[in-house]
């Protein structure tokens, strides 16, 4: 139900946008005395951002600001952007209990790996797991998991909660 009220409003966001950009193109033909809607080119709504960061703020996280980041490295890679947010869930509390400016909330190298910023950590972690886990075959959070996390039963039970959870949030536009 929320994925479909979810789908709804961006579509109609997508509506009223193009709506207000035809509107506007057209008053321009016509050469209308009428006052002129501004107009919107492209629209950069992106429902995911907005979860996202909701998800994270309720968490107290410290990567709220770099959703947007996380998003488009997943989409860069082709991978499923709530994973890699889900994985700094379960290794560090989503980036709360980290080594000091180490930016590693996936805990690379058992935490003793330091990244030199929040978004060269995400690009690195996105890119690794397309070409060194997707791509060889590990293609769903359970066989990734024997990888990543061995020899942990329960690691890739823990991120496929915390993509659920991501899921289950309500479209929201105050943050």
């Known amino acids: 139900m929320i994925k479909n009220i979810t789908c709804i409003l961006f579509v109609l966001a997508l509506f009223c946008t193009s709506v207000s950009s035809l509107k506007a193109a057209t ?69 709360k209990q980290i080594p000091a400016n180490s930016y590693n909330a996936y805990g690379w190298a058992n935490g003793n790996y330091s990244f030199k910023s929040w978004p060269n950590s995400i690009q690195i972690v996105a890119k690794t797991l397309k070409t060194k886990y997707i791509d060889r075959g590990a293609t769903s959070i359970n066989k990734i998991a024997k990888i990543y996390a061995p020899p942990s039963t329960t690691w890739g039970n823990k991120v496929n909660y915390f993509v659920s959870k991501i899921d289950t949030l309500p479209l929201s536009f105050d943050i």
């Open 27 to 95: 008053l321009e033909a016509e050469g209308s005395a009428v006052p002129k809607f501004n107009k919107i080119e492209k629209s950069n709504f992106d429902y995911r951002v907005y979860t996202l960061r909701k998800f994270f703020t309720e968490y107290n996280s410290p990567l709220t600001p770099y959703s947007a980041e996380f998003i488009a490295e997943a989409d860069y890679y082709g991978i499923d952007y709530r994973m890699i947010p889900a994985i700094t869930g379960v290794e560090s509390t989503f980036g």
